[in-house]
Antibody, heavy 118, light 109 residues
Framework: QLQLQESGSGLVKPSQTLSLTCAVS??????????WSWIRQPPGKGLEWIGY???????YYNPSLKSRVTISVDRSKNQFSLKLSSVTAADTAVYYC??????????WGQGTLVTVSS | AIQLTQSPSSLSASVGDRVTITCRAS??????LAWYQQKPGKAPKLLIY???SLESGVPSRFSGSGSGTDFTLTISSLQPEDFATYYC???????????FGQGTKLEIK
């Protein structure tokens, strides 16, 4: 059974960089046909796709966040990561990692709350 | 960019009721639509993919239909565990982006 687990700092200061990692177990992140996404959900609001990295290493980002987002993969550790720069309070959210196969998200992490505050 | 509009935004219903939630795309997306259920404090759970295909393990009281721009999620007989928020989602190849609807909160009447 595939499992995804987010980790990283739960509190980030404004203007700094948010960094999260998603560890994948029960399957290889290098398996073809899948992409690996980050999705966020501000408190009490809906879901927003941030971006994804394909098994080949290609990345695609939400145009609204593209200038601040970097997603990378570490195949040796079977994990992928998110960096979001220049954060503000509007970036406070629960951040999920998820696998897409390839048009729908079939496996999700449990989510991690990141708060942007000084 | 393609936008998804769900209706209603919230809905009150009783156990045993038949419920329908609608998702409208701003342009045609064939059948590339999925539905998710999210309970408080939990990650979304995939229910329906390709507009009408039931994800493995999902009860058969859930069904999806539609193509092009108009889609529906139907719950044939509401159970207590079905009270949650539901989201539609589409994937557009060019540009390759995912979009979610704004959500429909299903509450107990």
């Amino acid at each position: 059974q595939l499992q995804l687990q987010e980790s990283g700092s739960g509190l980030v200061k404004p203007s700094q960089t948010l960094s999260l990692t998603c560890a994948v177990s029960g399957g290889s992140i290098s398996s073809g046909g899948y992409s690996w996404s980050w999705i966020r959900q501000p408190p009490g609001k809906g879901l927003e796709w941030i971006g994804y990295i394909y098994h080949s290493g290609s990345t695609y980002y939400n145009p609204s966040l593209k200038s601040r987002v970097t997603i990378s993969v570490d195949r040796s550790k079977n994990q992928f990561s998110l960096k979001l720069s220049s954060v503000t309070a509007a970036d406070t959210a629960v951040y999920y990692c998820a696998r897409a196969s390839p048009m729908t998200f079939d496996y999700w992490g449990q989510g991690t709350l990141v708060t942007v505050s000084s | 960019a393609i936008q998804l509009t769900q209706s209603p935004s919230s809905l009150s219903a009783s156990v045993g009721d038949r419920v329908t939630i609608t998702c409208r795309a701003s342009q045609g997306i064939s059948s590339a639509l999925a539905w998710y259920q999210q309970k408080p404090g939990k990650a979304p759970k995939l229910l329906i993919y390709d507009a009408s295909s039931l994800e493995s393990g999902v009860p058969s009281r859930f069904s999806g239909s539609g193509s092009g721009t108009d889609f529906t999620l139907t719950i044939s007989s509401l159970q207590p565990e079905d009270f949650a928020t539901y989201y539609c989602q589409q994937f557009n190849s060019y540009p390759p982006v995912y979009t979610f609807g704004q959500g429909t909160k299903l509450e107990i009447k």
